[in-house]
């Protein structure tokens, strides 16, 4: 089992930066596949970024590459989100996600375990 909390969500303006942090639970971290997604009111839930276990490989959704980096360190169990020059099509609730192996996946539903979510709002 894999528990996962996120930390990092605010209020920011246009153009302003966020690192959202998410600690996870167990003992076998580096063998699972990381993401971050997100959901807008009104939208479907989408990746923002993925990580494989090892964090050779990463995945970025078209929206926000160059602008996001996703990160992990498996001495510490935590996988990070820097999002910078935010803009307010970003506004969401960011959530965690944890995919046993360690092979990099975007899907949503091939993840086992969600964080409850932190809320980024940018304002223009």
């Known amino acids: 089992q894999v528990q996962l909390v996120e930390s990092g969500g605010g209020v920011v303006q246009a153009g302003d930066s966020l690192r959202l942090s998410c600690a996870a639970s167990g003992r076998t971290f580096s063998r699972y596949v990381m993401g971050w997604f997100r959901q807008a009111p009104g939208k479907e839930r989408e990746v923002v970024a993925s990580i494989s276990g090892s964090g050779s490989s990463t995945y970025y959704a078209d929206s926000v590459k160059g602008r996001f980096t996703i990160s992990r360190d498996n001495a510490k169990n935590m996988v990070y989100l820097r999002m910078n020059r935010l803009k307010p099509e970003d506004t969401a609730v960011y959530s965690c996600?944890?995919?046993?192996?360690?092979?990099?996946?975007?899907?949503?539903?091939?993840?086992?375990?969600w964080g409850q979510g932190t809320q980024v709002t940018v304002s223009s």
């Open positions: 996600a944890a995919a046993a192996g360690s092979v990099i996946r975007v899907v949503p539903t091939s993840y086992d375990y």
